[in-house]
């Protein structure tokens, strides 16, 4: 089978490898229909790593497709071959104690896809997963759609816990796919009144259509006291760009008891805060990782027409372009918001 193999900094090279071979009589073989290129990706692409976890070259990234369903291990029982599945990445094991806690999302043995030393990407023609990953793509869901569903249950899951939290004002720094999931979910949680920051003007137009209440870019103006000025401080904010400066701003906007949930990812291993804002106003800081238990919540959000992710689709590349969209991506040309690739 081609794959797009990342073969060094900004390098991608289309190879033949063999085609993967079913193992275990759980698995599915799938055809890979189409690839939704992620923030983490551009990180392995740009940097050769995402914080402290650095690739070995070459490697095969990717992680959010759908596919078809080509064959089917022995005791296989809710995919056929011809069917059309979303693909849930994070293969975990069932058996440690975060399974048993119901947080398979932070799983001891966790093997993802795409993810260097886990499990090799869906860049390519022919993966095998579990069936346990696969969920069925019906209805009014199009393949489309659904290569955003990953993206789209990390909004899921960050409004999930925001509503723990009864917040009713809350900020989102950072409008890429994740920032934009995280408002469309907002959008339908009867929140308030929902504050967005980006650098690039598109994205900020985007959001002010897709529900937000004030949208404003950090290199303009004051966003912390634009923000304040129209919503007040904020119950809650979740970061989604892993920029520094966001962190600090993030700080800056909540109330006292108020809660930063951290969603982005920085380019360096360390960030840092004023402990003594932190302190005065009690604020509580959670990592927020990928998701749990919310891909098929994700599926009937788009299915039922709840929120529409249509327009993040913004590019399509064949598999052999992989390295031109990846540029395109990596650089935010062109209104870029999702680049897809079809193998
Ligand atoms: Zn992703
Ligand atoms: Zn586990």
Redesign the pocket.
């Known amino acids: 089978m081609k794959a797009a193999v990342l073969s060094g900094i900004r390098s991608i090279d289309i190879r033949e490898f063999p085609d993967p071979k079913l193992s275990s009589p759980t698995d599915v073989l799938l055809r890979v229909a189409m690839v939704g290129i ?3 990706d551009f990180h392995y692409y740009r940097q050769g790593r995402v914080g402290d976890q650095a690739i070995k070259y070459p490697s095969l990234i990717g ?2 497709c759908v596919a078809v369903v080509e064959k089917i291990g022995d005791q296989v029982t809710r995919v056929r071959p011809n069917d059309c599945v979303v693909v849930d990445p994070a293969v975990s094991c069932g058996h440690c104690d975060q399974c048993k806690a119901g947080r398979s999302h932070t799983c001891l043995n966790l093997h993802f896809l795409g993810f260097p030393g886990q499990m090799e990407g869906c860049l390519c023609e022919f993966i095998v997963i579990p069936e346990k990953n696969c969920y069925l793509i019906e209805g009014e869901l199009t393949l489309l759609q659904g290569t955003l569903v ?2 789209l249950s990390i909004g899921v899951y960050g409004i999930e816990l925001l509503k723990e939290l009864e917040a009713k004002t809350i900020g989102i720094l950072g409008c890429g796919p994740i920032g934009l999931s995280v408002l469309l979910v907002a959008q339908i949680a009867c929140i308030q009144s929902i504050s967005v920051t980006d650098k690039i003007q598109e994205r900020l137009t985007i959001a002010l259509n897709n529900g937000a209440c004030w949208a404003g870019n950090p290199e303009e103006l004051d966003v912390v006291a634009g923000i304040k000025k129209q919503a007040g401080e904020l119950d809650v904010v979740l970061e989604c760009c892993g920029d520094q400066q966001a962190l600090d701003q993030g700080v800056d906007l909540l109330k006292p008891g108020g809660k930063l949930l951290i969603l982005g990812i920085p380019d360096q291993s360390r960030v840092s805060f004023d402990i003594n804002k932190l302190r005065r106003k009690e604020i509580s800081i959670q990592n927020v990782r990928r998701q749990n238990r919310c891909t098929q919540k994700a599926i009937d959000l788009i299915a039922s027409k709840k929120v529409s992710v249509d327009f993040m689709l913004t590019h399509t590349f064949p598999l052999e372009r992989t390295k031109e969209a990846f540029e395109i991506a990596a650089n935010y040309r062109d209104g870029v918001i999702k680049v897809m690739i079809t193998p």
Do not use: A, M
């Open positions: 992620c923030g983490t992680h959010e990953e993206p």
